[in-house]
Nanobody, 123 residues
Framework: QVQLVESGGGLVQAGGSLRLSCAAS????????MAWFRQAPGKEREFVAA????????FYAVSVRGRFTISRDDAKNSVYLQMTSLKPEDTAVYYC????????????????WGQGTQVTVSS
């Protein structure tokens, strides 16, 4: 089992940047696929980015491709989401997720979730 704690959210102006972090408990972090999702008010939770075991492969939602970068540091049991060129439509609660065997974009397939961190982008 793994516990996830996100940090780094906040208020930023459009065009700005933020870096989200997700710290995981446990000694087997490297065996988990890690992902970021987000949920805006009144909307369903949606996939943002994922990174596979070892970090050799990543993929992104079309809406963030070229602006967001997911990375992981297995020595620190952490995954990151570097967000640049932020837009008001990026405003949401951002969640970190983990799974032992699934590498994809389906919300229901991830087993472990953090509590989320709020990102607000002002226009």
């Amino acid at each position: 089992q793994v516990q996830l704690v996100e940090s780094g959210g906040g208020l930023v102006q459009a065009g700005g940047s933020l870096r989200l972090s997700c710290a995981a408990s446990g000694r087997t972090f490297s065996t988990y696929v890690m992902a970021w999702f987000r949920q805006a008010p009144g909307k369903e939770r949606e996939f943002v980015a994922a990174i596979n075991w070892g970090g050799g492969s990543t993929f992104y939602a079309v809406s963030v491709r070229g602006r967001f970068t997911i990375s992981r540091d297995d020595a620190k049991n952490s995954v990151y989401l570097q967000m640049t060129s932020l837009k008001p439509e990026d405003t949401a609660v951002y969640y970190c997720a983990a799974d032992r065997s699934y590498y994809g974009s389906a919300t229901a397939m991830y087993t472990y979730w953090g509590q989320g961190t709020q990102v607000t982008v002002s226009s």
